[in-house]
T-cell receptor
């Protein structure tokens, strides 16, 4: 599949454990954030989003936390499964079409 | 819904040749984006169309790159002449307004 990045930070977790992936952003004007999941050979897929007027948003097995004070986002995946293995990107925008993407974190789920 | 469709999925060409990448956005979406993804630079926005009109092409590397959107259901990204440093995965994405962008599967371009 397409090569995303051989030198990405990698998080290895045991199947069934919870995963936490972190992302820092620099633009304090960013007010909308998305987490994307990119599997090998595929394009990024939307997972969950959050607006800056929220601190936390929950989806199915995923939770995004936003700390605007320190400009930090995290994605929590509960009960990590082998199908969660992928590269995860955060992206932010200040209300326009121009998203700034993070470099990504590779999640490896160990059986 | 078939999602964003891109073709070809893989392209191998020799330096100096013309390359044309194709994209069909999701029906009803009015914004279309071309991105390039490399190991060194991650995802970079090349060009953004809104209602078939190019709004921002500041990410296009140089004059060798051009993009068109003749109608709401089709866009092309052309590289002429291609160079080895153009080797990357090229993604097309579409959205409705400023909502989340849906990405296609990408075209892996290799220029030898």
């Amino acid at each position: 599949g397409e090569s995303v990045g051989l030198h990405l930070p990698t998080l290895s977790v045991q199947e069934g454990d919870n995963s936490i992936i972190n992302c820092a952003y620099s633009n304090s004007a960013s007010d909308y954030f998305i987490w994307y999941k990119q599997e090998s050979g595929k394009g990024p897929q939307f997972i969950i989003d959050i607006r800056s007027n929220m601190d936390k948003r929950q989806g199915q097995r995923v939770t995004v936390l936003l700390n605007k004070t320190v400009k930090h986002l995290s994605l929590q995946i509960a009960a990590t499964q082998p199908g969660d293995s992928a590269v995860y990107f955060c992206a932010g925008t200040s209300g326009t079409y121009k998203y700034i993407f993070g470099t990504g974190t590779r999640l490896k789920v160990l059986a | 819904d078939a999602g964003v469709i891109q073709s070809p999925r893989h392209e191998v060409t020799e330096m100096g040749q013309e390359v044309t990448l194709r994209c069909k956005p999701i029906s009803g979406h009015n914004s279309l984006f071309w991105y390039r993804q490399t190991m060194m630079r991650g995802l970079e926005l090349l060009i953004y169309f809104n209602n078939n009109v190019p709004i921002d092409d500041s990410g296009m590397p140089e004059d060798r790159f051009s993009a068109k959107m003749p109608n709401a259901s089709f866009s092309t990204l052309k590289i002429q002449p291609s160079e080895p440093r153009d080797s990357a995965v090229y993604f097309c994405a579409s959205s409705f307004g400023a909502e989340e962008q849906y990405f296609g599967p990408g075209t892996r371009l290799t220029v030898t």
